[in-house]
């Protein structure tokens, strides 16, 4: 039995040195040295007795470097404190900087592997939802890498798809690249970062509408555009469902799996397209027979293909939204995709105060506004920002139908 073996032996009989041990081996792995001291105020009566009679003397803390030289001092004399260590726990001392820079390694030769199969991994590697899951599951993260790999195999694909239907031919499960999941983000991630344009994760029309730019629907019956006196026509002539609605003045729900096919859309008088908010006034100035198209509180992916259609024909797109972050918000993304075809409609000063802003508005919706840069906008922005108060469309409505018949 080597020297080392037969100190750790001896030490191992003595159990009033175990904890000194395990503190000196902590230590050690901290500092990466044999350096510092470990306190005994918390040790028993019984360890620090051992202890002494080590040091044939009472002492209330021990130097790891003294503890080492008082070791040459016995029969165990030439064995070294981390040798001694290393027996007695039975494995080889690591300093935390060198664990540190193994698990840096061992990362990096993960990333490197995944992305010299994956090139398109190289773009969102360093993503905190992807460091994330190397963190708790890199298996679950490399199988994910590896199931997003072949969905890009398959896009952009030749004819629209249901996001559901994808995933249950790519992966046996029709919920595999749910947006909630880390297949879903990783997919997102890496079509941002491969398809041309300004993409919004955090928007929901901008999601749908990248995921329609490589053929994925992620639901064409629930997302629909509301919409009124508006005619539309497919490659094959006009759209009779459309035809027959302008008719009888009768307001359309119609699902994207509709939208999406239609080569052309206008009004059906006129050359103005009226755009609102909410889906109460919508139903208000349908007594008008104007063409009408409601966005329902948001910008879905169905509501913004009819709107390129008609922006397209020429229509002149005047839009009514609510005077709070989010209607300023919509009414800017309008500007900064349709410009000038779009122009707002009822948004002055003037306008908002005849809203009655009474309705309070909270710090985190009152921040959105920091996002709101059109300069059409500034002067109610900066309204809503003094006043912390909302308006509603509904309140001016006698103003938006007088506007239609005049």
């Not at 005077?323 to 995709?337: K, N, W």
């Not at 109610?380 to 006043?387: D, G, L, N, Q």
Request: net charge negative.
């Amino acid at each position: 039995m080597s020297i080392a073996k037969e100190a750790a032996a001896f030490f191992r009989s003595e159990r009033a040195f175990h904890r000194l041990f395990v503190e000196m081996k902590r230590k050690y792995e901290s500092l990466g040295r044999v350096g510092g001291t470990v306190s005994l105020q918390s040790f028993s009566d019984e360890e620090r007795e051992a202890i002494a009679a080590f040091f044939g003397k009472d002492v209330a803390r021990v130097s790891l470097s003294t503890f080492e030289k008082q070791l040459g001092q016995t029969k165990f004399a030439g064995v070294g404190l981390v040798a001694l260590l290393e027996q007695y726990f039975g494995e080889s001392l690591v300093s935390k900087k060198e664990r540190l820079q193994a698990e840096e390694d061992e990362r990096e030769r993960f990333f490197a592997r995944l992305v010299e199969e994956h090139h398109w991994f190289a773009t969102i590697r360093s993503q905190r939802f992807v460091q994330t899951a190397y963190e708790t599951n890199r298996d679950g993260l490399e199988a994910a890498v590896r199931l997003v790999g072949e969905a890009l195999r398959r896009l952009p694909l030749s004819s629209y798809m249901r996001l559901p239907l994808f995933a249950q031919q790519v992966a046996g499960d029709p919920h595999a690249f749910d947006l909630s999941t880390l297949s879903g983000r990783l997919l997102l991630s890496a079509l941002q970062a491969a398809v041309p344009g300004q993409w919004d994760a955090t928007s929901v029309e901008s999601v749908n509408e990248l995921l329609q730019s490589v053929g994925l629907l992620r639901e064409d019956i629930l997302n629909f555009a509301t919409c009124a006196n508006i005619l539309a026509e497919t490659e094959e002539g006009p759209h009779r469902v459309f035809s027959a609605a302008v008719e009888g003045n009768v307001a359309l729900n119609v699902p994207l799996r509709e939208v999406l096919p239609l080569a052309r859309a206008h009004p059906a008088c006129g050359q103005t397209v009226y755009i609102v908010e909410n889906a109460g006034v919508f139903s208000t100035l349908l007594d008008t027979r104007a063409p009408l198209v409601s966005t329902n509180g948001q910008m879905n992916l169905a509501t913004i293909k009819l709107l390129d259609l008609l922006a397209a024909s020429g229509a002149k797109l005047y839009y009514s939204g609510d005077f709070d972050p989010e209607g300023l918000a919509m009414a800017e993304r309008l500007l900064e995709r349709y410009g000038p075809a779009v122009t707002l409609w009822r948004f002055s000063l003037d306008d908002y105060m005849a809203a009655n802003p009474v309705v309070d508005l909270p710090p985190e919706r009152l921040a959105k506004l920091a996002s709101v840069a059109s300069e059409p906008l500034r002067p109610v922005k900066e309204a809503i920002e003094r006043t912390k108060k909302a308006g509603y469309q509904e309140a001016i409505i006698e103003r938006l139908a007088r506007d239609i018949k005049g």
